[in-house]
């Protein structure tokens, strides 16, 4: 019976042995899939750590992105009332242009017509210029008429005086004959 307790002893001992290399073999196995675990663990919290810092960042440029259309919708408000208000005035001066022009047609045609006016006015002014001319003309003729008949009129003169000085000498010198 010795035997068989030592040979149960070498066979419980080499069943441990072998119990403790299946243990440790399962446990090696265990610990690389632990690490196995541990590092798929590792990655999913860097994944959800980098996946957490591009939601912040995504959320920081949805921000910015919202201030922006805020900012583009206040623009387009304002551009929309400086386009409304540029539409009044674009109004405003069609109107005034076709006033200025209506104003600028009405002073073509009141210069046509002053000239008009001045062309018969200097026709006028022409005809009297011309009768002035003739009457001029006239008067001087007269004028010529006129001096030839006081010329005429002083010989005649002239002659009864000298006529009249020879009478008086007769008379009164009696008989003595100045003729000339």
Do not use: P
Not at 45 to 68: F, G, H, K, P, R
Not at 157 to 172: D, H, M, T, W
């Amino acid at each position: 019976m010795k035997n068989f307790q030592q040979n149960l002893l070498i066979v419980l001992a080499l069943g441990l042995c072998g119990l403790c290399a299946y243990q440790w073999h399962a446990q090696t196995l265990q610990r690389n899939a632990i690490d196995t675990l541990n590092q798929a663990v590792f990655q999913r919290e860097s994944d959800i750590q980098s996946d957490t810092n591009s939601i912040a960042n995504l959320t920081v440029q949805m921000e910015q992105m919202d201030a922006s259309l805020t900012a583009a919708k206040a623009m387009a408000a304002t551009n929309e009332q400086l386009a409304v208000s540029q539409k009044a005035q674009i109004t405003k001066l069609e109107f005034t242009d076709e006033a200025l022009t209506n104003e600028i047609a009405e002073y073509k045609q009141a210069v046509d017509s002053l000239q008009a006016k001045l062309k018969e006015a200097y026709d006028g002014i022409q005809k009297q210029n011309e009768a002035i001319t003739n009457l001029v003309a006239e008067r001087d003729g007269l004028v010529k008429k006129y001096n030839d008949e006081v010329t005429e009129r002083n010989g005649v003169v002239a002659k009864y005086n000298e006529l009249a000085k020879q009478v008086e000498k007769l008379q009164s010198g009696g008989g003595t004959n100045d003729n000339k």
